[in-house]
C-alpha cells in the first residue's frame, strides 16, 4: 500500500510559497527534454527538486526549490532530488534520492518513483541511489536523518523510534 506524505516542514516556508505555481508536470519525454534543455547543468546533469504527487504524477523544479512548492502544498507520494543526463532526444535518470526534509519520505517511496518515470519512458537506476531514513524525535519534535542505524536525535540524544512516525 502506498504512503500519502504530508508536509511535515517548517510552516513558515509552507506559507512562505503558497500560491506559487506548482513545479513543471512531466507527462512525456519530451516535456522532461524540454525541462532540462531550459535548467542550468552541474557537472554535465541536470539537477532537480522532484516530487511523486497524490495522482502518481512526476513534476518537477530548480533544485533550490522547496518542495512543498513544487508540489503545490499538497501531499506527495514521494519527494526528493534527481539529477538527469541527457543526449540529443535521450534522457535518463543518472542518481535519485529521497532527500526532502520538507516531506521525509521512506525510502519505500520508491515504487511511486519508479512507476512515474516507467510511465513516461524515462529509464531509472532502480532504486534511490541514495535512500534517506527520517524519523522525528518525540522528546523534542526535531526532523532528524538517521546514519548508519543509529537511532539517536542530533538535538537532545533521545532515542528515535525504529518506525517512520511524521504526519
Avoid at 518537477?60 to 518542495?67: C, L, N, Q, T
Avoid at 502544498?73 to 535518470?93: C, H, I, N, Q, T
Wanted: with cysteine; proline share 5%; hydrophobic share 40%.
Amino acid at each position: 500500500m502506498r504512503r500519502l506524505y504530508p508536509y511535515v516542514g517548517p510552516a513558515d516556508i509552507k506559507a512562505r510559497v503558497a500560491g506559487h505555481p506548482a513545479g513543471t508536470r512531466i507527462g512525456s519525454v519530451a516535456d522532461l527534454l524540454a525541462w532540462v534543455g531550459q535548467a542550468d547543468k552541474e557537472q554535465g546533469l541536470v539537477a532537480a527538486t522532484f516530487v511523486i504527487d497524490e495522482t502518481g504524477g512526476l513534476l518537477v523544479a530548480d533544485r533550490r526549490s522547496e518542495h512543498v512548492a513544487c508540489a503545490g502544498g499538497g501531499p506527495v507520494l514521494s519527494a526528493g532530488e534527481m539529477f538527469f543526463s541527457s543526449k540529443a532526444d535521450r534522457v535518463e535518470v543518472a542518481e535519485v534520492s529521497n532527500q526532502s526534509t520538507g516531506f521525509c519520505p521512506e525510502p519505500e517511496s520508491w515504487p511511486a518513483v519508479a512507476a512515474a518515470l516507467e510511465r513516461i519512458g524515462v529509464g531509472h537506476p532502480g532504486r534511490f541511489t541514495t535512500a534517506v531514513v527520517f524519523r522525528r524525535c518525540e522528546k523534542c519534535g526535531e526532523r532528524n536523518v538517521v546514519r548508519d542505524a543509529w537511532f539517536v536525535c542530533g538535538l537532545c540524544g533521545s532515542e528515535l523510534p525504529e518506525r517512520w512516525n511524521f504526519g
